[in-house]
T-cell receptor, first 112, second 113 residues
Framework: DVKVTQSSRYLVKRTGEKVFLECVQD?????MFWYRQDPGLGLRLIYF???????EKGDIPEGYSVSREKKERFSLILESASTNQTSMYLC???????????FGNGTRLTVT | QKEVEQNSGPLSVPEGAIASLNCTYS??????FFWYRQYSGKSPELIMS????GDKEDGRFTAQLNKASQYVSLLIRDSQPSDSATYLC?????????????FGKGTHLIIQP
């Protein structure tokens, strides 16, 4: 079974803090993704990566950056957290373009 | 803009009945279709993948794909209270490359004991 592990289940941060969300997958998948999910808005793609050191903006990249130094690890960075970034963050991976996504358990981030 | 539409519900179904969830998509060239189940506060869990027209069955779940009409559906037979969740439809649209997965906003299903 594919395992996608997100480092934190719950996080509480203050406005202006730099926040790191870590994600690791154990199936040697090429593609990795970061989504956020908010009530009424569904899943929205923030960034994705199709290879080590490669990254592409998704639909809502503003206020975020990412890092993929190793194939198994994809990090989401909030440079200066704001209250409108309070959300559920979901990491996912897949092995090819037509394959399904496999999600981690999610990180519920609260910015106060 | 490639879109995936689902009725948000809630869809209420008595225990033991068949639950029918529907999804339409805008891109005629879409290639791959997925159903995810999401319990409240949890992450989406893949329950079905379908790639060609027709039906695909897995236990109590059947996915149906009709590319000509651009819809995909999920049937849940012998519905159980544990099936109560939000069901997300996801579509890999044509030319989407590495990012080409679009999600619907989900249908909230309630199975009444």
């Amino acid at each position: 079974d594919v395992k996608v592990t997100q480092s934190s289940r719950y996080l509480v941060k203050r406005t202006g803090e730099k926040v790191f969300l870590e994600c690791v997958q154990d199936m040697d998948h090429e593609n990795m993704f970061w989504y956020r999910q908010d009530p009424g808005l569904g899943l929205r793609l923030i960034y994705f990566s199709y290879d080590v050191k490669m990254k592409e903006k998704g639909d809502i990249p503003e206020g975020y950056s990412v890092s993929r130094e190793k194939k198994e690890r994809f990090s989401l960075i909030l440079e200066s957290a704001s209250t409108n970034q309070t959300s559920m963050y979901l990491c996912a991976s897949r092995d090819s373009n037509n394959s399904p996504l496999h999600f981690g358990n999610g990180t519920r981030l609260t910015v106060t | 803009q490639k879109e995936v539409e689902q009725n948000s519900g809630p869809l209420s179904v008595p225990e033991g009945a068949i639950a029918s969830l529907n999804c339409t998509y805008s891109d005629r060239g879409s290639q791959s279709f997925f159903w995810y189940r999401q319990y409240s506060g949890k992450s989406p869990e893949l329950i079905m993948s379908i790639y060609s027209n027709g039906d695909k069955e897995d236990g109590r779940f059947t996915a149906q794909l009709n590319k000509a009409s651009q819809y995909v559906s999920l049937l849940i037979r012998d519905s159980q209270p544990s099936d109560s969740a939000t069901y997300l439809c996801a579509v890999h649209h044509s030319g989407g490359g590495a990012d080409g997965l679009t999600f619907g906003k989900g249908t909230h299903l309630i199975i009444q004991p």
